[in-house]
C-alpha cells in the first residue's frame, strides 16, 4: 500500500483510550513500527520478519499474546489496516467500474456520431465530390 497510499488513517481518539495506550511507551512504539512496516509491505509481514527488523523478539511475543498483533500461521495480521486495506481496494473497484461504465458510454456515443456522419455523406459520382452536410468538399481529403 505504501506506493499507492503512503499512509493509513490514524485515529487519535482510538489510540489514547485503546488497550495500547495502557502500555509501556516502548511497547507503543513498537506496536506502531510493526503497523508502519506492515503497512509498507502491503499488510504481508512474517513475524520472522517482523522480529529480524526490529531485535524484540520477546516484545514482539508480548503484542501477539496480548492480541494486538494477530498471529496467523506465521504471519502477522493488523486489524485496523486490513479493514484499512479492504476499504480501500473496495473504493478503488468500485472507481474502476465506474470508469468502465462511462468510458463505454462515451465510446457508443462516439460510434453512434459517427454513423450519423456517415449517413449523412452522399457520394456524387458525377461531380468527384463528397456532399458532406453544407460543405462540398473535394474527395481524396
Not at 6 to 20: D, H, M, Q
Not at 61 to 78: E, G, T
Not at 80 to 88: A, P, Q, S, T, Y
Request: glycine letters at 4%; charged letters at 35%; a positive charge.
Amino acid at each position: 500500500m505504501a506506493k499507492e497510499l503512503p499512509f493509513f488513517r490514524f485515529n487519535v481518539s482510538e489510540w489514547l483510550t485503546g488497550n495500547i495506550a495502557y502500555e509501556s511507551y516502548e511497547i507503543q512504539g513498537l506496536f506502531i513500527k510493526v503497523c508502519c512496516e506492515y503497512w509498507n509491505r502491503k499488510n504481508c509481514l512474517t513475524i520472522q520478519d517482523i522480529k529480524k527488523r526490529t531485535k524484540e523478539d520477546q516484545k514482539i511475543d508480548y503484542l501477539i499474546q496480548n492480541k494486538f498483533l494477530v498471529k496467523k500461521r506465521d504471519k502477522i495480521s493488523i486489524k485496523f489496516l486490513d479493514e484499512e486495506k479492504k476499504e480501500i481496494l473496495e473504493k478503488s473497484l468500485k472507481l474502476s467500474i465506474a470508469g468502465r461504465k462511462g468510458g463505454l458510454s462515451k465510446a457508443k456515443a462516439r460510434l453512434k456520431h459517427k454513423d450519423n456522419i456517415n449517413n449523412n455523406i452522399d457520394i456524387n459520382n458525377n461531380n468527384n465530390k463528397i456532399s458532406h452536410w453544407n460543405k462540398d468538399l473535394p474527395t481524396g481529403i
